[in-house]
Nanobody
Framework: EVQLVESGGGLVQAGGSLRLSCAAS????????IGWFRQAPGKEREGVSS????????YYRDSVKGRFTISSDNAKKTVYLQMNSLKPEDTAVYYC?????????????WGQGTQVTVSS
């Protein structure tokens, strides 16, 4: 069974850093995309970053470019999101999700989420 488990959230001051981890298991496919999403109170869920297992292509939303870095350890099927220079507007529940088709369009599997809180 496909399972995603996030970890690494917490409370930090503005300008601080956190590294989120997403450990995936139960995959029987070679190609998949892992995406990070976040949802802040009163706001819609938005895509933050993603990475493809097949070609390593990454995506970042504009507001996190230069501050966040996504990386993966394909052998461990673990994806990391290094978040630097955190801002209060980064406060949200962060979720990782998997698209096992490799297209990065339909994310069918989701983790439980991890809270990131950035104080001003």
């Amino acid at each position: 069974e496909v399972q995603l488990v996030e970890s690494g959230g917490g409370l930090v001051q503005a300008g601080g850093s956190l590294r989120l981890s997403c450990a995936a298991s139960g995959f029987t496919f070679d190609d998949y995309v892992i995406g990070w999403f976040r949802q802040a109170p009163g706001k819609e869920r938005e895509g933050v970053s993603s990475i493809s297992s097949s070609n390593g292509i990454t995506y970042y939303r504009d507001s996190v470019k230069g501050r966040f870095t996504i990386s993966s350890d394909n052998a461990k099927k673990t994806v990391y999101l290094q978040m630097n220079s955190l801002k209060p507007e980064d406060t949200a529940v962060y979720y990782c999700a998997a698209d096992i088709t490799g297209a990065g369009i339909n994310y069918d599997y989701w983790g439980q989420g991890t809270q990131v809180t950035v104080s001003s």
